[in-house]
């Protein structure tokens, strides 16, 4: 299974667009790439998923590139609730296997 | 959307007894379920597949009687932890897969299992 690396923290403040970039060199054909967000004392919850180029959905945006090494999970206007732990997998229908996590500290 | 129910949310029991903590889907049929653990400050840690009506596969490292794990139900996985001890103090979390969809995994609320 492709190994995940990601930054284990970042800050940043109520209003301002966050990206979290995940690297996964050895991510595979039929890999997708998923990306988890979980608060404290809960089970993760499911932010956004994509093959290949960029994805856009209520909450957030994924991008990657042609290589597909690499994914970035844009947060728009993060707010303090976004604080948060943000998983970044990639699989092919099988078990999930989580990595670190970035942990994102949002301020006012 | 679907949703994965985990009971119960908290528990703690005295060393050496089993505690069951149970897993449903409750609006699609899961073939598959997954049991994960976390302590606090880590990531969740792969524990063991369950598939419905076969026998569960564990991850290396995890001792399969220890956690035993029955997936009786399309419905419903159940992981017993049997007779706990405070290293088995954790947050275990269920997740399951639509059978009918290979997309998105659905995780449930997680259980607190407190060992005195």
């Known amino acids: 299974l492709a190994k995940t690396t990601q930054p284990i923290s970042m800050d940043s403040y109520e209003g301002q667009e966050v990206n979290i970039t995940c690297s996964h060199n050895?991510?595979?054909?039929?890999?997708?790439i998923t990306w988890y967000q979980q608060f404290p004392s809960q089970g993760p919850r499911f932010i956004i998923q994509?093959?290949?180029t960029k994805v856009t959905n209520e909450v957030a945006s994924l991008f990657i590139p042609a290589d597909r090494k690499s994914s970035t999970l844009s947060l728009p206007r993060v707010s303090l609730s976004d604080t948060a732990v943000y998983y970044c997998?990639?699989?092919?229908?099988?078990?999930?296997?989580f990595g670190k996590g970035t942990t994102l500290s949002v301020s006012s | 959307g679907a949703v994965v129910s985990q009971h119960p949310s908290w528990v703690i029991c005295k060393s050496g007894t089993s505690v069951k903590i149970e897993c449903r889907s409750l609006?699609?049929?899961?073939?598959?379920m997954f049991w994960y653990r976390q302590f606090p400050k880590q990531s969740l840690m792969l524990m063991a597949t369950?598939?419905?009506?076969?026998?569960?596969?564990?991850e290396q490292g995890v001792e399969k009687d220890k956690f035993l794990i029955n997936h009786a139900s399309l419905t419903l996985s159940t992981l017993t932890v049997t007779s706990a001890h405070p290293e088995d103090s954790s947050f275990y979390i269920c997740?399951?897969?639509?059978?009918?969809?290979?997309?998105?995994?659905?995780f449930g609320e997680g259980s607190r299992l407190t060992v005195l």
């Open positions: 369950s598939n419905e009506g076969s026998k569960a596969t564990y």
């Open positions: 997740s399951a897969r639509d059978r009918t969809d290979t997309g998105e995994l659905f």
């Open positions: 997998l990639v699989e092919a229908g099988t078990a999930l296997i």
């Open positions: 994509g093959y290949k």
């Open positions: 050895n991510i595979a054909t039929n890999d997708y």
């Open positions: 609006d699609f049929q899961a073939t598959t």
